[in-house]
């Protein structure tokens, strides 16, 4: 059974250690980490740089096949974008805890617990909540081949309640 929970109440109860908001600008991202006490730390990346570390994640783990798949080239893809994102506030970040980032474009659907430091994985260390960024923007359908998706359908034929009717099919 699903248990509804007011989000006012959620909020309360989850404190992020740290939001992490990453803004796309037209030839740079500007990355900001804003702690738990309100304290804000900001710098510039470039665009370049992590758009292309991004592309290659996506290649390496959105092949369905991973008949291509190498843990060497995904690490270290992780860690160019932990180096650029995450190094230059290391020291600003809690030993352990939630950490949230905020996200523009094409950085929304990357594993963010892989981000790799060369020794252990982000997820290894925190917990990761992820919120939509500054920017919401339909996605850009050519980078999509749809030829190759299959959807995924799930629903229920037969109650297993009595507070839920059978669904018709």
Do not use: C
Not at 15 to 44: C, D, M, W
Not at 99 to 128: A, C, H, T
Not at 160 to 168: D, G, I, K, M
């Amino acid at each position: 059974k699903l248990n509804l929970v007011n989000l006012l109440d959620v909020k309360e109860k989850i404190s992020p250690e740290a939001t992490i908001y990453l803004v796309s600008l037209p030839n740079r991202y500007e990355v900001i980490l804003k702690q738990k006490n309100g304290t804000l730390k900001h710098f510039f990346i470039s665009i370049q740089i992590i758009n292309l570390a991004a592309e290659n994640i996506k290649r390496n783990v959105q092949n369905s096949t991973f008949s291509n798949y190498s843990e060497t080239t995904s690490q270290e893809s992780f860690a160019q974008l932990y180096n650029q994102i995450i190094s230059p506030i290391k020291r600003l970040l809690p030993d352990k805890g939630t950490i949230v980032f905020s996200l523009d474009s094409n950085l929304r659907d990357l594993p963010w617990g892989m981000l790799f430091d060369g020794q252990k994985y982000f997820i290894e260390k925190y917990s990761i909540g992820l919120t939509l960024g500054s920017k919401l923007e339909s996605p850009d359908r050519r980078s999509i081949d749809y030829s190759r998706t299959k959807p995924l359908l799930i629903g229920l034929s037969q109650s297993n309640s009595s507070e839920f009717p059978n669904l018709p099919y």
